[in-house]
């Protein structure tokens, strides 16, 4: 499914890059559907505590341990998020990611970043479909030096 860009909270990246967070691809990094009453707000949330109330819970689990990660010239990448294949999902908006194993995931969990699966407003859902967000091939964020 296409999505809108990776957005990096900001509070998180600081931390990651002052070395106080463990690196992306040792640490368990999780992806969590939000529903679209979360209001994204980049600057002020930092911890899943912030988000969890409007997180997207069904009958199934569909908080997903991100597979695959490593990190390549200053790039994220992962495996698919797969959700389900076929799955009965939604309506969805968002999907964050969060450090932690998905289902040990914490008030003080911090956010990593988040994915608008329907930028132009609305959400997104699955009928009995698979549910997935593939991976940009440029990687889901790449942190570059703007000369």
């Not at 997207?56 to 490593?70: D, H």
Request: proline share 7%; hydrophobic share 45%; with cysteine.
């Amino acid at each position: 499914m296409p999505s809108g860009p990776f957005c990096l909270y900001e509070p998180t990246l600081d931390t990651m890059l002052r070395g106080s967070l463990p690196s992306l691809d040792a640490s368990p990094v999780s992806a969590v559907l939000l529903a679209s009453t979360y209001v994204p707000d980049f600057k002020a949330h930092s911890l899943f505590s912030q988000v969890r109330d409007h997180e997207f819970i069904a009958s199934s689990q569909v908080r997903l341990l991100i597979s695959g990660k490593q990190v390549v010239n200053a790039a994220f990448h992962s495996d698919d998020l797969v959700f389900g294949d076929p799955v009965t999902l939604g309506p969805v908006r968002y999907v964050v990611f969060v450090f932690g194993a998905s289902k040990a995931l914490k008030a003080d969990s911090p956010l990593l970043g988040l994915i608008d699966l329907s930028p132009a407003g609305g959400a997104v859902e699955a009928q009995r479909d698979r549910f997935a967000v593939a991976v940009p091939e440029a990687g889901w964020f790449q942190l570059v030096c703007a000369v």
